[in-house]
């Protein structure tokens, strides 16, 4: 835990120079403390290089290999501090540089996603930057790719960051079994003078299955980490559909503990890290003790002309092997052609009293043949178990006992997290609504915005632009206005108590009690009229 908090600690002013809204003062200060950090790393790399053109040894190779991620992040982020210190500069220039346009630029997914909703089809993109040149062409790609703009979705910045971990991690422990395999190189030279010629074929065959057990896994892994972030937007973009039907009951209902499915989804970026991690390292010892028996076992020997006990258990299995095999096939063409109507087309019984004397004498065969497919179910979990182990998206357990699984579990309570917390509908709207306020907000004193609210009531005339077109503006500004006023005489009409809790004319200012007579005078009149009209 002391090792931990110093870790985070250290790396804690980065997060705080990346999420800073002073971005020019945050690039700076980030800029130089990772380039501090690089200077040290790279003076640590520098003197392991000399170490190892001095000594030659391996190990130092290896730990610099180790070390290989910590100097590209720290050079990433040097990177992009120092893009984040051209951009303020570019934007202190630029004075007509709109800091909501900037957040429309970010979220342009957001916003194609609502106007997909509401046009019902796809939409353009609107804030789309045109790109240019090699790099951005890769960007732009990398971009549709990320984006998928027939869906409108962008992956969250911390499903990304959590991958790329899982990445990083997976080759951590490809470096540390290639230096394990190293290791046995070594020791296998050391000993050949006096081990015997099949023993020292044996543990070579067996070395070289270990080479490609490391490189099968880490191409498994990475493909299957690919394969979870399509996942992970499959079921992000099910749950803004609303669509819950593939989540466990008790997160589909919302009748479990909320505050477990919180918990959860803080340990899901530990939990996918350490999964991957663990998914890898059993893959490799399962895939080499396979690859190791088909090879040592079966291909060589036949190679070679020789005999081995999987061979001749195979050679003495395999008549009651092909016979089990033809049987199954037999049951299922005399189920389509002889049993069922219409060739297997409509799912009824043709001939019962056949079908019946078939199933009593296969009832005592099957009996042999249901220890067989038991043991075959319980190697398809394993190896399914095995293959699939890093995805959390989907639980290994059965569909009764999902909330059992600790990693489905803790991804569950994350995507629900994300799909309250980042929402495109959510975010727009927050994010129109706080633009129309700003809009609306006039840095007047509040006085003089009401009796300026009166005067535009008084004056009835429709002012022009300078194209000679009425002014629309005003005319909205005007209908706004009205409309509030009437609304809060409906409102006093429905809920007479709140009358006297208006301002009277001693403790407000001039505009207020007229406003404030403005409306409860109407209130009166309409109650008096009779009227009842209530608010939506």
Same mark, same amino acid.
């Given at each position: 835990?002391?090792?931990?908090?110093?870790?985070?600690?250290? =790396? $804690?002013?980065?997060?705080?120079?990346?999420?800073?809204? &002073?971005?020019?003062?945050?690039?700076?200060?980030?800029?130089? /403390?990772?380039?501090?950090?690089?200077?040290?790393?790279?003076?640590?790399?520098?003197?392991?290089?000399?170490?190892?053109?001095?000594?030659?040894?391996?190990?130092?190779?290896?730990?610099?290999?180790?070390?290989?991620?910590? $100097?590209?992040?720290?050079?990433?982020?040097?990177? $992009? +501090?120092?893009? !984040?210190?051209?951009?303020? +500069?570019?934007?202190?220039?630029?004075?007509?540089?709109?800091?909501?346009?900037?957040?429309?630029?970010?979220?342009?997914?957001?916003?194609?996603? %609502?106007?997909?909703?509401?046009?019902?089809?796809?939409?353009?993109?609107?804030?789309?930057?045109? #790109?240019?040149?090699?790099?951005?062409?890769? *960007?732009?790609?990398?971009?549709?790719?990320?984006?998928?703009?027939?869906?409108?979705?962008?992956?969250?910045?911390?499903?990304?960051?959590?991958?790329?971990?899982?990445?990083?991690?997976?080759?951590?422990?490809? %470096?540390?079994?290639?230096?394990?395999?190293?290791?046995?190189?070594?020791?296998?030279?050391? &000993?050949?003078?006096?081990?015997?010629?099949?023993?020292?074929?044996?543990?070579?065959?067996?070395?070289?299955?270990?080479?490609?057990?490391?490189?099968?896994?880490?191409?498994?892994?990475?493909?299957?980490?690919?394969?979870?972030?399509?996942?992970?937007?499959?079921?992000?973009?099910?749950?803004? @559909?609303?669509?819950?039907?593939?989540?466990?009951?008790? =997160?589909?209902? +919302?009748?479990?503990?909320?505050?477990?499915?919180?918990?959860?989804?803080?340990?899901?970026?530990?939990? @996918?890290?350490?999964? *991957?991690?663990?998914? &890898?390292?059993?893959?490799?010892?399962?895939?080499?003790?396979?690859?190791?028996?088909?090879?040592?076992?079966?291909?060589?020997?036949?190679?070679?002309?020789?005999?081995?006990?999987?061979?001749?258990?195979? /050679?003495?299995?395999?008549?009651?092997?092909?016979?089990?095999?033809?049987?199954?096939?037999?049951?299922?063409?005399?189920?389509?052609?002889?049993?069922?109507?219409?060739?297997?087309?409509?799912?009824?019984?043709?001939?019962?009293?056949?079908?019946?004397?078939?199933?009593? /004498?296969?009832?005592?065969?099957?009996?042999?043949?249901?220890?067989?497919?038991?043991?075959?179910?319980?190697?398809?979990?394993?190896?399914?178990?095995?293959?699939?182990?890093?995805?959390?998206?989907?639980?290994?357990?059965?569909?009764?006992?999902?909330?059992?699984?600790?990693?489905?579990?803790?991804?569950?309570?994350?995507?629900?997290?994300?799909?309250?917390?980042?929402?495109?509908?959510?975010?727009?709207?927050?994010?129109?609504?706080?633009?129309?306020?700003?809009?609306?907000?006039?840095?007047?004193?509040?006085?003089?915005? #009401?009796?300026? #609210?009166?005067?535009?009531? !008084?004056?009835?005339?429709?002012?022009?632009?300078?194209?000679?077109?009425?002014?629309?503006?005003?005319?909205?500004?005007?209908?706004?206005?009205?409309?509030? #006023?009437?609304?809060?005489? /409906?409102?006093?009409?429905?809920?007479?108590?709140?009358?006297?809790?208006?301002?009277?004319?001693?403790?407000?200012?001039?505009? =207020?009690?007229?406003?404030? *007579?403005? =409306?409860?005078?109407?209130? @009166?009149?309409?109650?008096?009229?009779?009227?009842?009209?209530?608010?939506?």
């Amino acid at each position: 835990m002391i090792a931990t908090v110093v870790i985070a600690t250290s =790396a $804690y002013p980065l997060f705080v120079c990346i999420g800073t809204k &002073y971005k020019k003062w945050g690039a700076l200060f980030g800029f130089t /403390y990772s380039s501090a950090w690089f200077s040290l790393f790279f003076y640590k790399f520098s003197h392991l290089i000399r170490e190892c053109f001095s000594t030659t040894k391996e190990s130092l190779i290896f730990e610099m290999l180790h070390e290989l991620p910590q $100097y590209v992040c720290l050079l990433l982020l040097m990177i $992009y +501090f120092l893009r !984040q210190i051209v951009l303020s +500069f570019k934007r202190s220039l630029l004075m007509n540089v709109e800091e909501r346009s900037t957040w429309k630029m970010e979220n342009c997914h957001m916003y194609q996603h %609502v106007e997909m909703l509401l046009q019902g089809r796809d939409s353009t993109t609107t804030y789309e930057v045109e #790109r240019r040149g090699f790099l951005a062409s890769i *960007a732009t790609r990398l971009k549709r790719w990320m984006y998928k703009p027939k869906r409108e979705f962008k992956y969250s910045t911390r499903i990304i960051c959590i991958f790329v971990v899982c990445f990083f991690a997976i080759y951590m422990v490809t %470096v540390t079994a290639i230096q394990v395999e190293a290791i046995f190189q070594a020791i296998l030279e050391g &000993y050949s003078k006096v081990l015997a010629e099949d023993l020292k074929t044996d543990l070579k065959l067996w070395i070289d299955c270990y080479s490609w057990a490391v490189i099968g896994s880490a191409i498994k892994t990475w493909i299957i980490l690919l394969n979870m972030l399509t996942w992970h937007r499959h079921h992000l973009t099910r749950l803004r @559909q609303g669509d819950r039907m593939w989540l466990p009951k008790s =997160a589909w209902k +919302f009748t479990g503990s909320l505050s477990f499915l919180t918990a959860q989804s803080m340990k899901f970026a530990g939990f @996918q890290v350490a999964y *991957a991690a663990w998914g &890898y390292s059993i893959f490799v010892v399962v895939f080499w003790g396979f690859l190791g028996i088909i090879v040592s076992f079966i291909i060589h020997p036949l190679l070679e002309g020789k005999s081995s006990f999987i061979l001749h258990f195979l /050679y003495k299995i395999w008549p009651a092997l092909l016979i089990t095999i033809c049987i199954y096939v037999a049951q299922l063409v005399a189920a389509k052609f002889c049993f069922l109507m219409q060739n297997g087309k409509v799912f009824a019984i043709d001939n019962r009293k056949a079908f019946n004397i078939t199933s009593y /004498y296969l009832f005592f065969f099957n009996i042999f043949l249901g220890i067989l497919s038991c043991l075959l179910r319980i190697l398809k979990g394993l190896v399914l178990g095995v293959l699939f182990l890093e995805r959390v998206q989907k639980s290994i357990l059965p569909s009764s006992f999902e909330v059992m699984d600790p990693g489905y579990s803790a991804y569950i309570g994350y995507i629900l997290i994300e799909h309250v917390h980042a929402n495109p509908v959510l975010r727009v709207f927050i994010h129109l609504l706080n633009e129309s306020t700003m809009e609306n907000r006039i840095p007047n004193s509040r006085c003089s915005n #009401r009796s300026s #609210r009166q005067n535009l009531l !008084q004056n009835t005339d429709d002012t022009k632009n300078e194209d000679g077109r009425p002014d629309l503006a005003t005319k909205i500004a005007r209908f706004k206005i009205i409309r509030n #006023r009437w609304n809060l005489a /409906y409102t006093l009409i429905r809920n007479p108590g709140l009358v006297g809790l208006r301002r009277s004319e001693e403790s407000s200012d001039k505009g =207020a009690s007229c406003e404030s *007579a403005f =409306a409860t005078g109407s209130a @009166q009149k309409l109650q008096n009229l009779g009227g009842t009209v209530e608010l939506v």
